[in-house]
């Protein structure tokens, strides 16, 4: 389990660079009027992957390390977190970012596309930013940048 604590940490920073990267592609695209190329398509076809592998590794973690059967400790701040805050956060994020990316691909102009993922994938790196246990955040101070 401490492996896996030690992947899903580190592919944390993997998964916010493509969605920062993507999001602000999409901006920029809907903002200069641009084209929708393949590597549009196949920058958020891997934003949605590496997502999918974090959430993924994150539900092994909460069921491996018995987060589940804690769900009635609500009043403990340090594992509301990790099994409402955190956990429900991050699905919210993801099912945002597997509907953005579905609507783009069917969308029927390079604008409508660039709109469809500047909005779900912003609105997801959103969530995300506020729902991982950052360091700097006084309960999770002793947990580190990895």
Same mark, same amino acid.
């Given at each position: 389990?401490?492996?896996?604590?030690?992947?899903?940490?580190?592919?944390?920073?993997?998964?916010?660079?493509?969605?920062?990267?993507?999001?602000?592609?999409?901006?920029?695209?809907?903002?200069?009027?641009?084209?929708?190329?393949?590597?549009?398509?196949?920058?958020?076809? #891997?934003?949605?992957?590496?997502?999918?592998?974090? @959430?993924? /590794?994150?539900? &092994? +973690?909460?069921?491996?390390?018995?987060?589940?059967?804690?769900?009635?400790?609500?009043?403990?701040?340090?594992?509301?977190?990790?099994?409402?805050?955190?956990?429900?956060?991050?699905?919210?994020?993801?099912?945002?970012?597997?509907?953005?990316?579905?609507?783009?691909?069917?969308?029927?102009?390079?604008?409508?596309? #660039?709109?469809?993922?500047?909005?779900?994938?912003? @609105?997801? /790196?959103?969530? &995300? +930013?506020?729902?991982?246990?950052?360091?700097?955040?006084?309960?999770?101070?002793?947990?580190?940048?990895?």
């Amino acid at each position: 389990m401490e492996a896996l604590l030690a992947a899903h940490s580190g592919l944390r920073w993997i998964v916010l660079l493509l969605l920062v990267f993507t999001a602000f592609k999409a901006i920029a695209g809907v903002t200069g009027k641009k084209t929708y190329l393949p590597v549009d398509k196949k920058l958020a076809s #891997f934003t949605v992957m590496f997502f999918h592998l974090q @959430v993924v /590794l994150g539900f &092994v +973690l909460f069921f491996g390390n018995k987060w589940h059967l804690l769900m009635g400790e609500m009043k403990d701040s340090y594992i509301r977190f990790f099994t409402v805050e955190h956990s429900l956060g991050m699905l919210i994020a993801a099912v945002l970012l597997t509907i953005g990316s579905a609507k783009a691909k069917r969308a029927s102009s390079d604008d409508k596309k #660039f709109k469809t993922i500047a909005w779900m994938f912003t @609105v997801s /790196l959103i969530i &995300v +930013l506020a729902c991982i246990p950052w360091p700097f955040r006084e309960m999770f101070a002793a947990r580190g940048w990895f």
